[in-house]
Structures are given as C-alpha cells and as structure tokens.
C-alpha cells in the first residue's frame, strides 16, 4: 500500500511530467570516454621501416608499409598507414614499435614499462593467465609459502618473494602455463636466437630449387640435423639447458616467409620496385634485383606480380630433443594462399 | 501532397534488420546496446525486428561466411522497396581479422549486395552506429520511396 502511495507521489510531480513528455538521451553519449583506445596515430618521421607492426597486426587489411616517392636528394621516406576499414583498434602495433619516441602511438596502455626483478638469479618464473587452469596445485607446492597468490580471480607469482626454485613449473599439469624465462644474458640470448633463425633460413635457401617445385596444398618437408647449431651456440654461451629452451621455444612459434625469385618469369615490368617499402628491390642495368638483407619478406611483391616471378611460401619448424643424441629440427613448407592483386 | 506525407511517416518509422553473416557476435552486441535506455533507439522511431519483409534497413555484419554467399542476396530480395543497406564493423567492409590467408570468408560484403552506409570499428561504439544510422537512413529511404514512385 505505501509503495502506491510513493508511486502516485513520484508520478504528481512536476519533473517527472517534464522528463515523461521530452524523453531524449543527452549529448554526452556522443562524447568517447578518455580511456577508450582509438585508433592508432602515425608519426611518420620517427618510422624505421622494421615491419614490426605489420607482422603484429591480427587483421591482414589494416596496416601497410608504404614509400613515399624519392627526390632527387634523397630517399623517399618508408611510414605505416592505418586502413581504419580493417584495424580493430588493439594498439598490438603500438606496443611492439622498437623507435622511441614511438612512430604509433595508441592509448595509453603501450607506454607503461615493466618492472624488473633485482633477484640474483638467471630464470624468472610467471604464469600465462590465457593457459592458467587455477587448480592453485603450484600454491600448494611452493616452497616459500606465499610467493603465489591469487588476486582477482588470477594466480600471480610475487616475484619479490619467489626464489625461483622451480617446483611449480613441475607440478604445472598444463604445458605452458608456468613459464621459466631466461632473465641473464639477454644480448647472448638475442645472438643466439638470430643465429637459430640465419640457419633455418639458410637450410631452406639451399633447397631453393626444390622450393620452387612446391604446388598448391602440397607439403614440402626437410629435417635438419640440428649439432652444429648446438655447437655454434654453445660457442656464444655454453649452458645447454638455455640453448634447448630457446630452440625449442624458436621453433614453436616461428613462421618464417620466404620469398624466391625465378629470374626467368620476370619481364623487368618494375611493378615491385614502386611497391616495395624498404628499398629492397631496385631496378639496375641488370634488371630487377632484390636485397635479400633488406627484404622484410611482406609479401607485397609477390600480390603485386602479374608474371608470377616470385614465389611466396610459409615455414613452419618442429624440434625434438631426443634421448639418443639426434637432434633432428623437422621443417614444413607450404604455398601461402595469400591473393595476387594485379 | 501525398508524397511529402509518405516522406514524413518514412522518416519517422524506420524499421530495421539485422543480419550478422559469420562474425564474431561483437557488432551485434554494440547493435544490442543500442536497445538499452542509455541510447534508446525507439525515441527516434527505429525499431529492431529482425525480419526482412518488414524492413527498410538491413543492418549486415559479419564477414560473409561460405553459406551466406546466396542467402544474403535472398535476405536483400525479399526486403520490399524502399531500402537501404549499413555495413557495420570491419568484417562487411574488409573481412577483418577472419580474412587471413587460408581463410574462407567473402568479404567485402558490397561485392554481393549495394552497401549505401558503412561504420568501421571493431567494433563500432553505439554511438557511432546510431550516427551513420540517423544521418543517412530517413534521407535515403524517403528519397528512395520518392524514385520509385
């Protein structure tokens, strides 16, 4: 009965007469919160060429590497644009932009930097949130007590007070969810994996050939013996342990593009040239040539070519550390499905 | 006269249909939040009814998965004149993030149907749906209905 009474009280007022007859959302609807990440803004005289951001980018229409033209004095400068039509706006391009300043800035996220632990040790342990089952088995075993601690629905590794012993990552039932990173020796760990990457890629070169043979949904495979490689790493660092994580984790993840070039289809059209964004292609006395160095293997020549003089193809690696002593790096190579523009 | 009179209740009733051809339900959420109180669609007579031969606008989503190839044009025949067409998000207009090589989708979605309005974002804010919506249906289905006439 009182809440009539209350209803009847509300509805004889004045201003909810007034709201009843002009019922409008306001403007401020309109208005983006300050927190809402845009899409992301170029600064194109900072850009470097590196194609990081392309290789980042989840949706394949957003971002293209393009060249201005070149002047009399000087090169013409290489900067991303942003197709608004494909970008989705996760700012990947932004965080993963080498210059400082940054050539792409969006939001504010990008520009936080991570803490560094000062701990005397040369593995740090942290748990992937996307894999992390929280059966909290690691809490359980961790030798310190309370380095692991769930907040907010998540289990985080206080890395103040872990001691890296280890123990969670073997108690861990999901491969990956616990991962051990090598915190020393960032610069050998750097020569190292470009040194993995040089080989692979040099392996595939010397089967150029047969890479060319390649058809459409046919899958070419090559294993490499993998000892000199170890051989050549443990000359830049010998800790095994180390050289295994880091070929392993390489190979897991590595799609490597590789571009050939068959000298006989091309006409010299010079299409390419215009087209690529890092100078790698040049037209010379001797016709078309490529940098290989240079090239950042985006695949823009290969949708720009009317004669289908350059091949395309994807590299996918797999590397088994086995117990009797072959350590064998299996390599599959694939046709991309990628269209040709022209 | 009759004309003028049929421009006004066409401006004021627009009636609209969703359409999401193989997305990830993103847009379509947004489109949902338009619904809600804060943005209140209906104060300026769109309605949602998710049925073509109602309709005068059919809001298309998604990035055109294998099976849509012929029922979106379907969906487009059946809508009776005036009409009009919004892409809303990045998978109508370039397939987005679904368009990796090996993919099987076929966007853009103007390849199958006209598209006459397009809002990229993935996705869009409300608020930028009921843009595009407000400043290009009423004017072009009553300049539509006025063609055809």
């Given at each position: 009965?009182?809440?009539?009474?209350?209803?009847?009280?509300?509805?004889?007022?004045?201003?909810?007469?007034?709201?009843?007859?002009?019922?409008?959302?306001?403007?401020?609807?309109?208005?983006?919160?300050?927190?809402?990440?845009?899409?992301?803004?170029?600064?194109?005289?900072?850009?470097?060429?590196?194609?990081?951001?392309?290789?980042?980018?989840?949706?394949?229409?957003?971002?293209?590497?393009?060249?201005?033209?070149?002047?009399?004095?000087?090169?013409?400068?290489?900067?991303?644009?942003?197709?608004?039509?494909?970008?989705?706006?996760?700012?990947?391009?932004?965080?993963?932009?080498?210059?400082?300043?940054?050539?792409?800035?969006?939001?504010?996220?990008?520009?936080?930097?991570?803490?560094?632990?000062?701990?005397?040790?040369?593995?740090?342990?942290?748990?992937?949130?996307?894999?992390?089952?929280?059966?909290?088995?690691?809490?359980?075993?961790?030798?310190?007590?309370?380095?692991?601690?769930?907040?907010?629905?998540?289990?985080?590794?206080?890395?103040?007070?872990?001691?890296?012993?280890?123990?969670?990552?073997?108690?861990?039932?999901?491969?990956?969810?616990?991962?051990?990173?090598?915190?020393?020796?960032?610069?050998?760990?750097?020569?190292?994996?470009?040194?993995?990457?040089?080989?692979?890629?040099?392996?595939?070169?010397?089967?150029?050939?047969?890479?060319?043979?390649?058809?459409?949904?046919?899958?070419?495979?090559?294993?490499?013996?993998?000892?000199?490689?170890?051989?050549?790493?443990?000359?830049?660092?010998?800790?095994?342990?180390?050289?295994?994580?880091?070929?392993?984790?390489?190979?897991?993840?590595?799609?490597?593009?590789?571009?050939?070039?068959?000298?006989?289809?091309?006409?010299?059209?010079?299409?390419?040239?215009?087209?690529?964004?890092?100078?790698?292609?040049?037209?010379?006395?001797?016709?078309?040539?490529?940098?290989?160095?240079?090239?950042?293997?985006?695949?823009?020549?290969?949708?720009?070519?009317?004669?289908?003089?350059?091949?395309?193809?994807?590299?996918?690696?797999?590397?088994?550390?086995?117990?009797?002593?072959?350590?064998?790096?299996?390599?599959?190579?694939?046709?991309?499905?990628?269209?040709?523009?022209? | 006269?009759?004309?003028?009179?049929?421009?006004?209740?066409?401006?004021?009733?627009?009636?609209?249909?969703?359409?999401?051809?193989?997305?990830?339900?993103?847009?379509?959420?947004?489109?949902?939040?338009?619904?809600?109180?804060?943005?209140?669609?209906?104060?300026?007579?769109?309605?949602?009814?998710?049925?073509?031969?109602?309709?005068?606008?059919?809001?298309?989503?998604?990035?055109?998965?294998?099976?849509?190839?012929?029922?979106?044009?379907?969906?487009?025949?059946?809508?009776?004149?005036?009409?009009?067409?919004?892409?809303?998000?990045?998978?109508?207009?370039?397939?987005?993030?679904?368009?990796?090589?090996?993919?099987?989708?076929?966007?853009?979605v103007s390849d199958f149907i006209p598209v006459d309005a397009e809002v990229s974002g993935c996705p869009p804010r409300p608020s930028e749906i009921l843009e595009a919506l407000l400043t290009v249906a009423?004017?072009?289905?009553?300049?539509?209905?006025?063609?055809?006439?």
């Amino acid at each position: 009965m009182s809440s009539v009474i209350w209803y009847l009280y509300e509805f004889a007022r004045k201003s909810w007469a007034e709201n009843f007859a002009a019922a409008k959302s306001n403007s401020e609807i309109m208005d983006k919160p300050s927190r809402f990440r845009d899409y992301p803004i170029v600064h194109k005289e900072y850009c470097i060429a590196c194609g990081a951001c392309t290789a980042a980018c989840p949706a394949p229409m957003a971002i293209k590497l393009v060249r201005d033209v070149d002047s009399a004095h000087e090169q013409g400068i290489t900067y991303p644009v942003i197709n608004n039509r494909g970008c989705i706006r996760c700012g990947f391009c932004a965080e993963v932009c080498p210059t400082d300043p940054k050539t792409l800035t969006c939001g504010e996220n990008h520009l936080i930097r991570e803490k560094f632990t000062i701990l005397p040790v040369d593995k740090k342990y942290v748990i992937d949130d996307y894999l992390c089952i929280r059966c909290k088995k690691c809490m359980k075993t961790c030798q310190v007590g309370d380095a692991i601690v769930e907040e907010n629905n998540k289990i985080l590794i206080d890395q103040k007070k872990c001691i890296s012993c280890g123990e969670c990552l073997k108690t861990c039932p999901v491969k990956g969810a616990i991962k051990g990173i090598h915190i020393a020796n960032i610069d050998e760990q750097k020569e190292i994996i470009n040194l993995v990457v040089d080989t692979l890629e040099a392996e595939i070169e010397a089967h150029e050939e047969d890479v060319k043979k390649i058809g459409g949904g046919e899958v070419f495979k090559l294993d490499m013996d993998s000892d000199d490689l170890i051989e050549k790493a443990r000359a830049i660092l010998p800790n095994d342990e180390l050289i295994n994580d880091i070929i392993e984790n390489i190979t897991d993840r590595l799609k490597l593009r590789i571009i050939t070039w068959d000298k006989n289809k091309c006409t010299d059209c010079g299409l390419c040239v215009k087209e690529c964004p890092s100078h790698a292609i040049r037209f010379t006395e001797n016709g078309v040539i490529r940098d290989p160095d240079k090239c950042l293997k985006c695949s823009i020549c290969y949708q720009t070519c009317p004669f289908g003089a350059i091949g395309y193809y994807i590299a996918r690696f797999l590397f088994k550390p086995s117990e009797d002593g072959a350590n064998i790096i299996h390599i599959t190579l694939k046709t991309s499905d990628l269209p040709v523009r022209s | 006269m009759l004309d003028g009179l049929k421009d006004i209740i066409r401006k004021s009733s627009i009636h609209v249909c969703l359409v999401n051809t193989g997305g990830c339900n993103g847009c379509d959420i947004e489109i949902v939040a338009l619904l809600s109180p804060r943005y209140d669609l209906e104060q300026y007579g769109i309605y949602v009814h998710n049925n073509p031969r109602e309709a005068d606008v059919i809001i298309v989503t998604g990035a055109m998965a294998e099976q849509w190839v012929d029922k979106l044009q379907r969906v487009y025949a059946k809508t009776p004149e005036p009409k009009i067409v919004v892409a809303v998000g990045n998978c109508p207009l370039t397939g987005d993030v679904f368009n990796q090589e090996g993919g099987n989708v076929h966007a853009p979605v103007s390849d199958f149907i006209p598209v006459d309005a397009e809002v990229s974002g993935c996705p869009p804010r409300p608020s930028e749906i009921l843009e595009a919506l407000l400043t290009v249906a009423p004017g072009a289905i009553a300049a539509r209905g006025r063609q055809k006439l």
